[in-house]
């Protein structure tokens, strides 16, 4: 029984300073923030940091500060007491204290250990040359990039994940690679052979050589005291200037067992995270629970919050082993496994692959359940594969649809663009860090979250592999439907190319591409199809760059964007006719009535944008429904203006100094079938009391006594954005073309699924005015590109309407 005084803390020691024993911080902090004097003893020179992410450090892509998890600022914060660079070398359990190698002693009540795992260095001849290394850590990175700088050959021991990101971060820093591995085929614990053998040949075209099968006899010295080549048992051998081994991890348990706690395959310890000392923990890759040593993040995470409950006396937690899968991402391509993906006994298997298409899954089924998964290039129902493999799930009903993902169960595929959507709460997204999609949900909802950093900040979600950010990115996307943003950074489009937007919009404008296959062919993708990322930035980048010669892929677009109308949770959908800023009249008005009776429409709504919405049409009905209003698409569904939204102006209000009605209507007319890389809202206000609230809006407009001034950049959603003055103008005709060219500008250059707000963000007003204000010939010119992009669309309810145009769009068919 403790019998430390209610009112003083208590001493608690962690050593250790990597992710899971800060991650059990983390969650003591919550739990019981006062209970505890915190000491922590890290051996590295350097706060917790994502060691998952040293392989983007390596290649150059990311810095060390990049991937700090813990900066020196949150321990002064949380009153921890961080000391750097000490090495714990001694356990006297008899006194409860700690001593440091350089004689530091520190008493504790609790004592946390998370001393991690090291690097197993192969048992040969010359393993302690100068150029022989492993990848662990920090300087063990410095070490690689320094020698990438002085020499040639690199010779990387292991054929696993961290064995090829160590091969593909040297190769990236010049050097020839070849990696050496015992097994037949690379990766044998996270994939079967032929997702292997599709690795292994994306890798081999990047220019990395492979020399399967072969045993390391000897490191050879060469007349400088540096290892010079790598020999092996069957007499061949490779030249080696840097020789990086990476052939598996061992439980760091020395400091344990000096002190005389058990171990066996690692610190052993209960379900409560305790070893056979009852103070003293035990979380990590040095932690033995049940016979077994993790080495992925997700069950250390579990440990963690199992340590910290236990710490916190709360006494209610118990961690019993994990089901644990593998997400990764390998030089860009994604890779997930679970269960027994290798098969045999009584399973059955039902592959599906695609060598050309760089996609290859596997589901390994027993007694109609699925037992285990392999997917190669395309990862996005690994959340779905997995609940099912844990529930246990009968599958004979979805059986026949299984191969093909969960967005394929019913609405004949329409919604298999955003994987996010079809996820329930319980749902895994990340399994590194065990959040699942409600969680996220819940933080963008009542924190205000808008980018995938946010996320990454409040809920660990994407924060340590990192394969799951675009799963996180499509949460965002559906969570916060039209005011989401996509993170403005350089960046590839996505996981099928390492082109950014940038480059691809310039290659599609330099050489006249006019089609995705196009595209996709001289940008080398990796994945020939695309993804659902990839396909809809591609397919606006080629409309805005070649109106009326490249081809508008409908398949291309998200859901909304194919049907022409918003889809609601029920599986209906909305339809919002246009309305000329804010106007109607008799006719349209009677017209909608006619609809909503004869269509049983259950709710009709004006909308904050001064139109009119009706809702709960079913998709069969929407051609019907557009025929009947015979009114312009209002474009709600879609990245493209929405509306432009007015006050009545000088026409009848006492205080109206211009006619805002006119021009509101003028400028929806001459910009109405405009597509954007998000969607685009204008507003005109008569005078300067501003009831169109045009401060809040993409393009402003607001009516003094000498003209009109324009603002731009402004955002009403969750995260307002005030819009910034552009210019004052004399003449309606003057508003269309300084609006447009500005509009312009933004669909020429900015990155799809960027907000005005952001692009402006990125750009600086500074450039904009420098494109819209002091090139007049070059402002004419965007506003005459603008204009003609729009002569040649078309309003796509009328050419719906059409006999025989689209019709299987519409049709609904059992299944």
């Known amino acids: 029984m403790d019998m430390t005084p209610p009112d003083k803390k208590m001493k608690l020691v962690m050593v250790g300073n990597g992710m899971a024993g800060v991650r059990a911080l983390e969650e003591l902090l919550k739990l019981a923030p006062d209970m505890y004097d915190v000491t922590v003893f890290g051996a ?11 392989s983007p450090v390596l290649a150059g892509e990311q810095t060390v500060d990049d991937i700090v998890l813990n900066p020196l600022d949150w321990y002064s914060e949380n009153n921890i007491t961080l000391h750097v660079g000490k090495k714990v070398v001694k356990i006297d359990r008899t006194h409860r204290e700690v001593e440091t190698s350089d004689g530091m002693r520190v008493g504790y009540d609790r004592l946390l250990l998370a001393t991690g795992s090291n690097p197993f260095i192969l048992p040969v001849q010359g393993a302690d040359l100068p150029g022989v290394i492993s990848f662990r850590d920090i300087a063990d990175v410095d070490a690689m990039v320094q020698a990438s700088s002085q020499y040639q050959h690199a010779v990387v021991i292991g054929g696993g994940l961290l064995g090829l990101e160590a091969a593909n971060g040297l190769m990236k820093r010049g050097m020839q690679v070849s990696v050496v591995h015992i097994g037949p085929w690379l990766m ?10 599709l690795l292994q040949k994306s890798l081999e075209e990047k220019g990395m050589k492979f020399l399967l099968q072969k045993q390391t006899a000897e490191l050879v010295r060469g007349e400088s005291g540096r290892v010079c080549a790598i020999k092996f048992k069957d007499g061949d051998s490779a030249p080696a200037d840097l020789v990086v081994m990476a052939v598996g991890i061992r439980p760091n348990t020395e400091l344990a067992e000096s002190s005389g706690l058990h171990c066996n395959r690692g610190v052993v310890v209960s379900d409560t995270m305790q070893t056979f000392d009852p103070r003293i923990y035990s979380v990590g ?16 995470f579990e440990q963690a919050k199992v340590a910290a409950n236990h710490l916190a006396q709360h006494g209610i937690s118990r961690y019993q082993g994990s089901v644990t899968s593998t997400k ?14 290798g098969g045999g006994g009584q399973t059955e298997d039902i592959v599906l692959s695609d060598p050309v298409g760089g996609v290859y899954k596997k589901l390994v089924l027993q007694d109609n359940k699925l037992v285990g998964a392999c997917l190669y290039g395309d990862t996005v129902d690994s959340a779905w594969y997995f609940q099912l493999l844990r529930e246990g799930r009968n599958i004979a009903d979805i059986r026949d649809h299984l191969m093909f993902g969960q967005s394929n169960l019913g609405d004949s595929g329409h919604a298999g663009q955003n994987k996010a959507a079809a996820m329930t709460d319980e749902m895994e997204v990340c399994g590194c860090n065990g959040v699942c999609k409600g969680t996220i949900v819940k933080a963008i909802k009542e924190k205000g979250l808008f980018t995938l950093d946010d996320v990454k900040k409040h809920t660990k979600a994407a924060s340590s592999c990192g394969s799951c950010s675009g799963l996180v990115e499509q949460i965002l996307s559906s969570t916060l439907g039209g005011d989401y943003s996509a993170t403005p950074a350089v960046k590839p489009v996505c996981g099928c190319t ?17 089609s995705i296959p196009d595209t996709m062919k001289f940008l080398e993708w990796r994945t020939p199809d695309g993804c659902a990322t990839c396909r809809p930035a591609l397919n606006y980048y080629l409309i805005s760059t070649w109106p009326g010669e490249a081809r508008d892929d409908a398949q291309s677009r998200f859901v909304n964007e194919r049907v022409h109308a918003n889809i609601q949770k029920d599986g209906t959908y909305s339809v919002v006719p246009r309305m000329w800023g804010g106007t109607t009249n008799a006719s349209e008005l009677r017209r909608i009535a006619d609809v909503a009776d004869k269509y049983a429409v259950p709710m009709i709504r004006v909308t904050g944008g001064q139109r009119i ?5 079913k998709k069969e009905d929407l051609p019907g429904v557009w025929a009947d209003l015979d009114m312009p698409s209002g474009h709600a569904y879609g990245k493209a203006l929405r509306t432009v939204k007015t006050c009545i102006g000088s026409e009848f209000c006492r205080f109206g100094t211009q006619n805002s009605t006119q021009m509101g209507i003028d400028l929806e007319k001459a910009f109405w079938k405009m597509w954007a890389p998000h969607k685009v809202k204008f507003a005109v206000s008569g005078c300067p009391r501003n009831c169109a609230e045009a401060a809040i809006k993409d393009v402003g407009i607001i009516g003094v006594d000498s003209g009109w001034e324009i603002y731009v950049g402004g955002n009403g959603g969750i995260k307002t954005e005030v819009a910034e003055f552009l210019v004052k103008v004399k003449t309606a005709e003057e508003v269309l073309e300084y609006s447009g060219a500005f509009i312009q500008v933004y669909r020429e250059e900015a990155r799809y699924l960027d907000r005005t707000v952001h692009w402006m963000q990125r750009v600086g007003m500074d450039y904009i005015k420098k494109r819209v204000l002091e090139d007049e010939a070059g402002r004419k010119a965007l506003y005459q590109r603008l204009l003609y992009a729009l002569s040649v669309e078309k309003d796509p309810w009328a050419e719906r309407v059409k006999d025989g145009v689209a019709k299987h769009e519409f049709e609904v068919f059992s299944v």
């Open 498 to 514: 390492e082109r950014t937007h940038d480059e691809v919009r310039a290659a599609i404008r330099d050489h006249k591409l006019l």
């Open 328 to 341: 990764l991402k390998v030089t860009g391509i994604d890779l997930f496994s679970a269960g027994n993906f």
């Open 44 to 54: 590295e020179p350097h706060p917790n940091y994502n060691r998952i992410l040293l």
């Open 188 to 197: 044998e614990r996270q994939l079967d052979e032929p997702a292997a053998r």
């Open 613 to 617: 919405d009706l809702f709960g049409i």
């Open 285 to 300: 890759e040095c932690a033995a629970h049940r016979g077994i040593a993790y080495g992925l993040v997700a069950p250390l």
